[in-house]
T-cell receptor
């Protein structure tokens, strides 16, 4: 069993729709939870960073963490074609080593 | 935000040769850097932790004699792929930790022919 599970998709939505992404994990030692966006042949860029259970909102992005269920989510509201990318969840203990999900490829259709 | 650069951005080499990839933190010092590998349509897999002034630590299954890491200074880590084979063809990405986040380089695409 992988430490971090993420459905690779692909996921295709019309412009303006809400994109819903999620990951599950098995290691209860994970304390920090992140979502990265990666465009083709580029390095990942950090979108959201959370530490505790609950919701965190930043513009059109909302990250949710449920440590009791070992489940994290990312929601993108009012999606735009420029949001088309691969979204990776990542998590770490307190040692900066990141464990990544497989990544979900998202296409937002104009 | 902090910037991490990598050089080269892409490289093609012949099987059996060695290739060096550089990772630099441009506006901050990094005593630790991480090297990841990403195969097509797959996620990033941590290969090793580069430590300034000491030996790198490798993740399980990563050959330390094949992937040589040198953390020469507080702003530079290098990954050398020795005796490269076609199965080493991949996207190699480095990162350096900042305050609560990792700063990733743009990646180096290695193709071994």
């Amino acid at each position: 069993q992988k430490e971090v599970e993420q459905d690779p998709g692909p996921l295709s939505v019309p412009e303006g729709a809400i994109v819903s992404l999620n990951c599950t994990y098995s290691n209860s030692a994970f304390q920090y939870f992140m979502w990265y966006r990666q465009y083709s042949r580029k390095g990942p860029e950090l979108l959201m960073y959370t530490y505790s259970s609950g919701n965190k909102e930043d513009g059109r992005f909302t990250a949710q963490v449920d440590k009791s269920s070992k489940y994290i989510s990312l929601f993108i509201r009012d999606s735009q074609p420029s949001d088309s990318a691969t979204y990776l969840c990542a998590m770490s203990r307190n040692d900066y080593k990141l464990s990544f999900g497989a990544g979900t490829t998202v296409t937002v259709r104009a | 935000g902090a910037v991490v650069s990598q050089h080269p951005s892409r490289v093609i080499c012949k099987s059996g040769t060695s290739v060096k990839i550089e990772c630099r933190s441009l506006d901050f010092q990094a005593t630790t850097m991480f090297w990841y590998r990403q195969f097509p349509k797959q996620s990033l897999m941590l290969m090793a932790t580069s430590n300034e002034g000491s030996k790198a630590t490798y993740e399980q299954g990563v050959e330390k004699d094949k992937f040589l890491i040198n953390h020469a200074s507080l702003t530079l880590s290098t990954l050398t792929v020795t005796s490269a084979h076609p199965e080493d063809s991949s996207f190699y990405i480095c990162s350096a930790p900042g305050n609560h986040e990792q700063y990733f380089g743009p990646g180096t695409r290695l193709t071994v022919t």
